[in-house]
């Protein structure tokens, strides 16, 4: 049984390493691979075992100096620092920041230093994990007290700042201690009684580059500055399905979302690219989601007619 669970993997993952996208495919500039990335498929293994999929629906192009000069572009980075270093190293290379200090977003190194691909909105592919994928997006975030140390997943430490700003009629000693956990990794799934008050639908998952994180457990402590075309937790694969091949969707031009503070040229490129009429892209409206619904439904209808 244990042998056959073994060769049950390691076929898998011969599987899994025939799908993945290579150095060759990340060699392009940002805008071609923003536009090449819609249909693949984002894969991130977690550390307790299960992975989770989900199609790239939408993505924004921000062009390094050399290629932004070309295009006329006006926002771009030049400087490469410590936060940064990722769009810097070669293509395929992930570049895990926080924005608002809250929200991870995850870009992917493209052709030219300083060039890169942000990943916007992924639709959730395998149904056996969206239960999971509602977990962690509805997970909040713990507050963490960080010591000098590197603490473990699970870390006993004792803080002296915290016991200051304790009311002064506790009755606890000074040397208190205070339970640390580590919030990159999944607490126990909740059931469904708890969460069904405020569970997302399908669509609703990943459909924000912020989002997309939460679900897929990203953040730049785990997944910045990964090579994915060798990490082993977390890649872009081609999508076993034949609706998202190259030639079989429609994809979208746009200006890019939340970079009023660009120059006015920028706010006006069509760096944004989605695949139409997909319900996971982060700027689509309930409304346009209920007049689709509806004209699929009058299609029908009119088909069995």
């Known amino acids: 049984m244990k042998n056959s669970t073994v ?7 011969l599987e899994q390493d025939g799908r993945r996208l290579l ?3 990340y060699s392009q500039k940002s805008i071609e691979l923003s536009k090449a990335l819609l249909g693949k498929v984002l894969a991130r293994k977690l550390p307790s075992g299960e992975i989770l999929r989900g199609t790239i629906v939408e993505t924004e192009a921000y062009p390094g100096p050399e290629e932004a000069t070309t295009l006329g572009a006006h926002c771009f980075i030049t400087k490469k620092t410590e936060k940064n270093v990722g769009i810097f190293k070669e293509p395929g290379t992930t570049w895990v920041y926080m924005t608002y ?11 030219g230093n300083g060039s890169a691909t942000l990943l916007r909105a ?29 603490l473990t997943d699970v870390e006993t430490v004792t803080t ?21 956990t580590n919030s990159s990794e999944p607490e126990p799934l909740p059931t469904l009684n708890q ?8 669509h609703e998952l990943a459909n924000g580059p912020g989002k997309l994180c939460k679900v897929f457990s990203i953040e730049k402590a785990n997944c910045d500055q990964v090579d994915l075309t060798t990490s082993d937790f977390l890649w872009i694969e081609d999508n076993d399905d034949s609706n998202y091949h190259d030639g079989n969707f429609t994809i979208v031009e746009a200006t ?4 009023d503070s660009a120059p006015t040229q920028s706010q006006k490129d069509l760096f944004r ?10 700027t689509i409206k309930p409304s346009q989601i209920k007049m689709k619904l509806l004209k699929e439904v009058e299609d029908t209808a009119l088909q069995l007619q």
């Open 23 to 25: 150095q060759e495919f």
């Open 273 to 282: 690219f989605y695949i139409l009429d997909n319900f996971s892209v982060s």
């Open 101 to 111: 200090g809250v929200f991870n977003m995850i870009n992917i190194s493209a052709l």
């Open 195 to 202: 969460t069904k008050h405020n569970r997302f639908k399908t």
């Open 160 to 180: 002296k700042r915290f016991l200051r700003k304790r009311k002064p009629d506790t009755a606890e000693s000074s040397s208190s201690s205070i339970k640390v």
């Open 256 to 259: 890019r979302v939340g970079i």
């Open 122 to 150: 992924v639709e959730p592919k395998d149904e056996g994990n969206l239960e999971l994928m509602q977990h962690l997006r509805l997970q909040k975030k713990s507050k963490i007290i960080k010591p000098q140390t590197l």
């Open 7 to 13: 060769v049950h993997n390691a076929v898998k993952m």
